[in-house]
């Protein structure tokens, strides 16, 4: 069965600085991945995803993310920090044969003024 | 369109009560799903169906009924209420054509079992 690990439950970051949340899955064959942001009390959305094709990925709000086969990870990023990025960001991963997703954790953002 | 909708928002239930959680959506998707999310565990999948008439258990399937009897609809049951089932309900839907389309989520219904 794929898992997903986020390393981290929580990073707190300056506004202005740069964002990273990392993301490591376990399959041998690379899956569909996704990350997906959750504001407080609301449902998830997408943020970014990786099918095939260029491994960087350049989702909405500035985000993106690399997809890097050897490391088998898919740490998202974001140059300068946002005090509306603050939110919990889930990295989900799907097997290319099915529909199920498998989540990671969740990392909580929170940005500091 | 109204994408996912969920009902209710929040529910507070005894020990034991039964209740159903409702989900529609409304762009004809043929895959819906149901997660619980719990502090440090993400989403974990308790049921999905990939059409009307046809269901299947996901991770955490125990103490959970489903069933899909249009395409619009998949209504999550539990049938005696326990406190580990306290936790946040989401319900997800996507198509099955193509080599990849989105997961849509609802709002998701908050949940506490005492």
């Known amino acids: 069965a794929q898992s997903v690990t986020q390393l981290g439950s929580h990073v707190s970051v300056s506004e202005g600085a740069l964002v990273l949340l990392r993301c490591n899955y376990s399959s041998s064959v690379p899956p569909y991945l996704f990350w997906y942001v959750q504001y407080p009390n609301q449902g998830l959305q997408l943020l970014l995803k990786y099918t095939t094709g260029a491994t960087l990925v350049k989702g909405i709000n500035g985000f993106e993310a690399e997809f890097k086969k050897s490391e088998t990870s898919f740490h998202l990023t974001k140059p300068s920090a946002h005090m509306s990025d603050a939110a919990e960001y889930f990295c989900?991963?799907?097997?290319?044969?099915?529909?199920?997703?498998?989540f990671g954790g969740g990392t909580r953002l929170m940005v500091k003024p | 369109n109204a994408g996912v909708t969920q009902t209710p928002k929040f529910q507070v239930l005894k020990t034991g009560q039964s209740m159903t959680l409702q989900c529609a959506q409304d762009?004809?998707?043929?895959?819906m799903s149901w997660y619980r999310q719990d502090p440090g565990m993400g989403l974990r999948l308790i049921h999905y169906s990939v059409g009307a008439g046809i269901t299947d258990q996901g991770e955490v399937p125990n103490g959970y009924n489903v069933s899909r009897s249009t395409t619009e609809d998949f209504p999550l049951r539990l049938l005696s209420a326990a406190p580990s089932q306290t936790s946040v309900y989401f319900c997800a839907s996507t198509r099955l054509a193509g080599s990849y389309n989105e997961q849509f989520f609802g709002p998701g219904t908050r949940l506490t079992v005492l």
């Open positions: 989900a991963v799907r097997e290319r044969a099915g529909n199920m997703l498998t």
């Open positions: 762009m004809n998707h043929e895959y």
